[in-house]
């Protein structure tokens, strides 16, 4: 219900914005100071075709299809292309212009795929299509080509890629555990100070009780029993609000990838990654790398945040201040913000300008073999330091300063 | 021939240059502030350099003066205190800097506020200065009436012949040094303490010219080292050296030219005016900060060593091992708790005579060698937070407001004890356990 009046708004922003003008395409962006988001006309660079959105560095196609997607289709589907390919190449400058980035300037063109759900194959480009169609997420595809021995009919070949999933609307209950709502932590964080200071309060009300018994109006074990009392509560609280997880989450969850001006950043980002972070690397390494990159062009400190009609995912805080835990090397937690809020402590502690490239550079030294955040990311960062920073000694001594309170 | 010419003439600069003073040892990129340069001598000697005849090249003119001096005692190898500030003013009234010997205040208060000199140099002149002073303003001074108690049971059975003895022979304050004679000769005495060792030695100096063993200029001269407490100098000019010498940006190819880090001008003792650096110089030799430099060197290696790992050897046939690499933060943690051992195991050694050293010693060390820069310094000292974590004040004082607090929530009416109970709860645990630093224990994934 929600994707109505977005759906209509969009509409009648799409019907002024795009009624026949060629050089000015609608794009959803994020506003500079929130993460709101509005649709507004833009000129599209270095588009080489009159006609369909095929450009110098970027094609944008409609599924398995290798035709770039015209521009008198559908205007959702010009919507979801235009913004795809403003903000691709709103990338690639960055990339070229900030980060000085020989990856980018060098990389071939690349295709982007729109609503695509099946699974990348890497012998066969595309996985059949009744393999498990895939949803509400993107991937950056390396390129490949299938090997010798399959029959000619089904030879290809291809460069890198981006895909964006089609949206679908999905119970969030069937996504499994998502851990503890805020209250149940809140409550938690309460649990020991409270325990602590009824202590306290007893042991004074015992020492009252010895010493100066006569003055003591109310018998010990009327206050023991109220301070039980109010320990057993908390407990009975806590447990209680295991069961309120629905106050904290929609019912349905949908994630329109193309639609995320970040997810846009955070793909392109792992092609440009991609030089050096192979597959084999830890994904919550590259993952969080990737996530850098798109916080850092994106200017914000929440990034992923919701796009009405298009996204109600859950948002990434560059300033998580969730400590260290095992759990974080496993793939399972890949897409937590811990990685990012490391990369992010690690900006705040070095400076913009030379936390960006000793980030970028670090991807030099990271080893398959140690690709963990706790041992490969802070290694490789620390001996990019030695090259990047002003003043390594310095520099690398604040980062161990930094590291200490993330809690590794 | 030409080109022997030209070996000759470098070797004959290199022979003639081998004894000259690097002087440039002495220019002060130790010390952010003056400890010593009161605001007054400052603007004193700002304006005797903006009035002095040589104007621009007051400065250079300077240097020369003191690379004279300086290379002449390292000539005559003298570390004579008193010495080092006769040479100075004569070298000075070679140069034209001062008219007259009277000057010379003027012009180490000129040293000091133009950085060609430390704070512990100054001193040292200064102090040597007023000894000089204080002799010339005794010449000619009467014996004085006799002390009460003049014979003590500590030191009544004294040779005066044999104590003053040393005395007799005149230091030249060049090869033989009037601090050091005097030091040899009180060596000798007994004393409870410091006022009693000055009333002692008053005794002798007066015993010993009345029974005519030594005589008034004598006298007077060793009344005036008493007076000016030349036995309780912080630092006497051979220390200086020593370390100037031997230790100082010896560790760092590029030494710093200024310092900007107040570390080594806090005060370790206020009343006694030590500085961090002061203090090192006076407790140790050029060796012994060497060996605490090298500690600090040592674990920056570690820290940045390419990888650290633990092994074991299994004992068993096959002779199986196990190898663990340590994760960098585990390097870290590792390279800090080798760096308390290490001083745990220098302060036992034989160099340092079981001296307690405290973590600033270090510090002290590594900067003056140069393996510490004024920049790195701030989070060198946060290592000892490691081992030695300090409460702030502010901590202390609101967990004793918390338990105040807590107490008297008790004794309100209800609802006010739980909501006031509640309140602080919230605000204990926002403010006092909000930024408290994780614990590298509670990481399942590393082993230290």
Known sequence: MKLRPISILTTLVLSSAYGGSEDKFPVLVRKETSNRTHIIKKSLPDLIDLESFDGKHFKIVLGKSNRSIRFDESQDLILKAATVYHHLSESRKFWINDMKSDVAEALPKVTVRLEISNQFDELGHFANDNRAPQFNNALSVPEGETPSWVPQERKDKWGKEIWFRPMKKILTKDLGTLGPNPMTLA?????????????????????????????VTRPLHEDAIRY???????????????????????????????????????????????????????TPVVEGMADYFAAVQSKKRKVYAKVPGFSNASYKDTREKSKYSHWDESDRNSSSDFTLSVLWDVRETLGEEVADQVIYLARNYLRTRSSTISDGLLRSILRACDVACKSPTRDKLKLYETFRWKGF | MKNLFLVLAMLLFLLVN?????????????????????????????????????????????????????????KRNSNCD???????????????????????????NYLR???????????????SLATLNEIERRTGHKVPIRPINLYTRLNGGINLREFFDPMNKIPDDQKTCTIDTYFSMTNKLSFKNKEDRDLELYKLHYRGVREKIIDLKTFNKLEALRKTNVLDWPLYFKQYTDIIHNAKDKLTKKPETKSETHFPVEYVSRRERVTQRGRLFQNFSSTQVMMLAQIIQRTAQRMDAKQASLQWDYNDPIGEREIYVLSPMEQYRVALKMLRKDMAEIMRSEAFKNTSLDYDHLIAAAYETGIVKSDDLEYVLKFEDFWNPKTPKWQAYARFAFSLAGTATFYFPPPWNVLGALGLIFTQTKVLNGNQRPDADDNWNVII
Do not use: C
């Open chain 2, 82 to 108: 008193l010495g080092l500030i006769l040479g100075l003013g004569k070298d000075a009234l070679k140069y034209g800097l001062i008219d007259r010997f009277e000057e010379v205040t003027s012009f180490i």
């Open chain 2, 18 to 74: 081998a004894d000259a003073f690097e002087v440039s040892l002495l220019f002060n990129n130790k010390e952010s502030i003056s400890r010593e340069l009161k605001m007054d001598a400052r603007k004193e000697a700002l304006a005797w350099a903006l009035r002095h005849p040589l104007g621009e090249e007051l400065s250079k003119t300077s240097i020369l003066a003191l690379k004279d001096t300086f290379s002449a005692l390292e």
């Open chain 1, 187 to 215: 409550l938690k964080r309460l649990e020991n100070p409270l325990m602590n200071y009824l202590l306290g309060q007893f042991n004074v009300r015992l020492m009252e009780n010895i010493f100066y018994a006569n003055y």
């Open chain 2, 113 to 127: 506020s133009s950085d060609l000199i430390d704070d512990l140099l100054f001193r040292l002149m200064r102090n």
């Open chain 1, 228 to 282: 039980a009392g109010t320990l057993a509560l908390m407990k009975v609280m806590i447990q209680g609000s295991k069961y309120t997880d629905k106050l904290f989450m929609e019912k349905y969850y949908y994630l329109d990838t193309a639609m995320v001006p970040e997810i846009t950043y955070h793909e392109y980002a792992h092609l440009i990654l991609s030089d050096k972070l192979e597959m084999s690397h830890s």
